[in-house]
């Protein structure tokens, strides 16, 4: 009986580690691919705009989004883990998670691929809204996956005041 359990119990733990790793990678996707939209603009356009004193150097974001999307998608991956014990509450959570990401998407492709930061500022306002509500849905789920968002909810909440002062200083 121990053998059998033994396992389940790994199998348990691979499926756990494989839902995790889909998020993950899903999420480290849409990083590079908002990276590649950002590219040319990042080197020609970006460096030219009047930014505020608190911008960071440009070589923290790469490792703050990457940091950003691997610890998300641990929590969406946890939380899609509860899929078979609140199935409906679940599909809520990861509707929105999957709705923030490809927001997250579209603000790059705002701000730095079409050089808009007034649009990419009203975008920036959904797409907050959307990560506070996976917060939200994503706690009610299990808390630690709650708490894993934050960190992202408030990189956005900085991003938000950058592209304010940005789109302020060069309006």
């Known amino acids: 009986m121990s053998c059998f359990k033994s396992v389940f119990l790994k199998k348990n733990l691979m499926n756990r580690f494989i839902k995790i ?7 480290l996707t849409v990083g590079y691919f908002s990276g590649m939209a950002t590219r040319t603009s ?5 460096p030219l705009l009047e930014k505020p004193f608190f911008n960071p150097p440009a ?4 490792p703050v989004w990457s940091l950003l999307y691997t610890i998300m998608g641990v929590a969406a991956g946890r939380i899609w883990q509860r899929i078979d014990f609140e199935k409906e509450a679940v599909q809520k959570a990861l509707l929105f998670f999957w709705i923030q990401l490809a927001l997250n998407a579209l603000w790059s492709v705002l701000f730095f ?3 808009n930061p007034l649009l ?24 630690v996956s709650g708490y894993l968002m934050l960190p992202y909810l408030a ?9 304010a002062a940005i789109w302020w200083l060069n309006k």
């Open 21 to 27: 790793a889909v998020f993950v990678a899903t999420c």
């Open 42 to 46: 990042v080197e020609t356009w970006y």
């Open 59 to 62: 070589w923290v974001f790469a």
């Open 113 to 115: 691929y079409m050089q």
């Open 120 to 143: 990419a500022l009203l975008e920036l306002v959904l797409f907050w809204l959307m990560i506070y509500e996976t917060y939200l849905k994503f706690k009610g789920i299990d808390k």
């Open 155 to 163: 990189w956005v909440s900085f991003a938000g005041l950058l592209n």
